[in-house]
Each structure stands twice: as structure tokens, then as C-alpha cells.
């Protein structure tokens, strides 16, 4: 009964507290308006998810998140510097290859958009057996630094939460 | 009304914001390339953005002293729409204007997911 009320607990939960966070104001009417959304949600669209991750280690999401912003913090100055103060002959623009340890396709979309987000990065595309991640370097030094850092910064911690 | 320093804090953030769109901005036509430019405005503006989200949140907080929680939500979906917009224009650009073999091989057996490999050329 549980089980078929609320087939996903975490996304109720999610739907709950986003939705206080749009009305921006919480009374018991929007808690039980979000929880109404909360159980609806879930059980119209669980036939979309069959084989949904379970998070190994969900307090890792904290460490995760912190990590990002900072860097986040640390590329928007860098690249900021780049645009300001670097003649464009001098920025050495690589395409970089990332073999992935990932296998769950979730995992793989956070990595490559917390790709994007960070330093001088963008994942571009990935290869047909979903394997290795194709990111475009802004200033890449050295190609191989900037591939280990993607991998022992973000995918160890993604490897970690999702498999 | 605000205390100096809380003027000062919130006028701070909105400095820094200002600054980091400009930047974007700027790198968009200093930069030589579709694929370098498209580093400008995915980097840049997520400070200045968020810059003036948390500018907002602290002059709602001094002013009415509630904590409003919109600037998270455009913060959240923010981050959850600007990296796909940078994918949809990089797999463009990969499409249309860069040459297949300018890509470094996949070290797998398959191709790049977005380069299908070329069909034989019937005249050869």
C-alpha cells in the first residue's frame, strides 16, 4: 500500500519542498497542495523510469555540490581572466577524450553538464557505445591534467552516488 | 531600511554581477571560434546571474527579513537548462561545420555519436 502510494519517496519529497520554494511561503494549504503533487507526480509518470538508479550514497550529493559551485566560483574567474587579458593566439583550444567509468546513463548526464559548468569545459558529444565523452577545452595546458581532473574531481564522486 | 553595510554587501554582489555579464558578453565577439565563444556565456553569466540572485535574496532578507526561496529555484533550473542549451549549439556546430576528422578518435570501436561514420561514396 505504501509502496504503490508513493512508488518513488524521494521525488515526493523533491516535489514537496520545490513547490513550497515556488509559492515562497509555506502554510498547511501548500504543504498539502505540494503533497497532492507530490504523490500525483510520481505515480502518472513512474511508467517512464523503468530502470531508475538507486543513490548508493546520498550524502555524497552534499560533498558533490559544494565541490561544483566552488570550481564553478574558481571558472567563471578564469575564464574571465582568459577573455579579458589573453590574445586569442595564444589560447590553446583542444578537443579532449574522456573514457568513462560511468555505465548508468543518469550518471553520465550529470557528469557531462557539471562538464559544462566548470572550468573552460564543454562536453560536446559522446561516442555511439556511450563510453567515452568528447569535451572541448578552452585553455588547455595540458589535455591530460585537465581529463584527470575531470575524472578523480567529478566521476569518482558521480561513481560513487549512482553505482 | 538597510544598514551601510548591508548596502554595501548587496551593492557588492550586484558589482560582481555586472561585471561577469559584461564579460560573457564581451568574450562573445573577442572570441575567435563557435566553439570558444560558446565558453563565454555558459561560464561567465552563471556568476553574474547568480551574482544578482544573491544580491535579491539578501535585500529581501534585510528589508522584509524573510528568506525568499525563487533565487534558488532560477539558480536550480538554471543549472539544469544552461548545460543542454551548450550541448544543442556544440552538436550544431559538430553537425554542420567541423570536419569529421578533426575530432580525436573515440579509442573505441564505435564512432562519435554525433559523427556517424561518412557512408562509402557509391563512385569510388
Known sequence: MIKKLFPHPVLTLLLVIVWQMLVNKITLGNIVLGLGLGIAVPILTGAYWPDRPRLKNPLMIVEYILVVLWDICVANVRVAWIILFRRNADLHTTWITVPLDLQTPEAITALAGTITMTPGTVSSDLSADGRVLLVHCLDAGHPDDVRDEIKSRYERRLKEIFE | ?124
Open chain 2, 1 to 124: 531600511m538597510m544598514a551601510l553595510w548591508q548596502e554595501a554587501l548587496v551593492s557588492f554582489f550586484l558589482v560582481v554581477a555586472g561585471i561577469f555579464g559584461l564579460v560573457g558578453s564581451y568574450g562573445l565577439i573577442k572570441l575567435p571560434t563557435p566553439m570558444t565563444r560558446l565558453h563565454a556565456p555558459t561560464k561567465a553569466t552563471t556568476l553574474g546571474i547568480g551574482g544578482a540572485l544573491i544580491a535579491s535574496m539578501l535585500a529581501n532578507l534585510f528589508t522584509t527579513g524573510v528568506v525568499s526561496f525563487h533565487e534558488l529555484m532560477i539558480t536550480l533550473f538554471l543549472f539544469l537548462t544552461a548545460p543542454i542549451t551548450a550541448h544543442f549549439i556544440a552538436k550544431v556546430h559538430l553537425h554542420l561545420n567541423e570536419p569529421r576528422d578533426s575530432l580525436p578518435p573515440t579509442g573505441t570501436e564505435t564512432p562519435w555519436a554525433g559523427a556517424p561514420a561518412q557512408p562509402e561514396d557509391p563512385a569510388d
